[in-house]
DNA sequence: TCCTTATTTAGCTAATTTGTTAAATTAATA
DNA sequence: TATTAATTTAACAAATTAGCTAAATAAGGA
């Protein structure tokens, strides 16, 4: 379960306009390329892209996007993995999913609260 | 269906720790109370709360509570209706679930792209 | 070993955000 | 009508964020 701290870290992640294309292209494929062929096309690692290719897409310096990176990374979003003098990056559906329950949660035990005052809207479940 | 603008705002809206509490309490009933007791109890306005209510909550002004509200209000969050010179906020559930349904479909939109490389991860699902 | 590639860190500036208090606005009430 | 209550706007300061270039680091290849 996420606490408090790691879902303001998240939203204020996502809260970037860079930051949430790189996001949104990530789980959407747009720069999922199969980078080393000797390996399983399978392996995430090897489908994933790193720092240079995602910078391609932007009209930011290299270290500007890097900073983005790492603070999706810190708040978990993507996972960063270093191979040779490279660093692939894939996505974390885990989290993003998790962060889905919570808001159908959140709307879920709201709803339930308004029944307290009005039961005539339980019929509309 | 929230455009990326819309998005960005609602994630900044949200990435910042006071606003995240005011939309928690908001629906989780933290500051729900039954204001005007003229009304029918399923008179979401009369269910609502005010501005001064919800600052009385946190050491930080009124201006600024009042400024951290029409943010999310900006961003769809909750909607703000004046009676007579009282303001009443209530939540949009209407917005997080949207919100989290975008969340739900991009991780399924992964998934799908995932097993475009392995067959054998259908088996899975 | 030297060069190249990939990435991060450092140091800086500009823009934005978040807080403050004081003043303005709006509506109810005495 | 004068006062009080609820809220916003204005003007400002401090902190944070987001960008840059230059330098540092790390690994691979000639």
Excluded at 7 to 36: P, Q, V, W
Excluded at 77 to 98: H, V
């Amino acid at each position: 379960m996420l606490n408090m701290e790691q879902k303001i870290k998240i939203f204020k992640a996502l809260g970037n306009e860079t930051r949430f294309k790189i996001f949104k292209n990530m789980f959407s494929g747009g720069y999922a390329c199969h980078i080393d062929e000797s390996k399983s096309k399978d392996d995430l690692i090897a489908q994933a892209t790193c720092v240079t290719t995602i910078a391609d897409n932007f009209n930011f310096s290299l270290p500007t996007i890097s900073r983005h990176l790492k603070e999706l990374r810190d708040a978990n979003i993507i996972k960063m993995t270093k191979k040779s003098n490279k660093i692939y990056i894939e996505p974390n559906p885990q989290i993003i999913n998790e962060l889905s329950k919570c808001f159908t949660d959140l709307v879920d035990n709201y709803d339930e609260s308004l029944y307290q005052f009005d039961n005539s809207k339980k019929e509309e479940k």
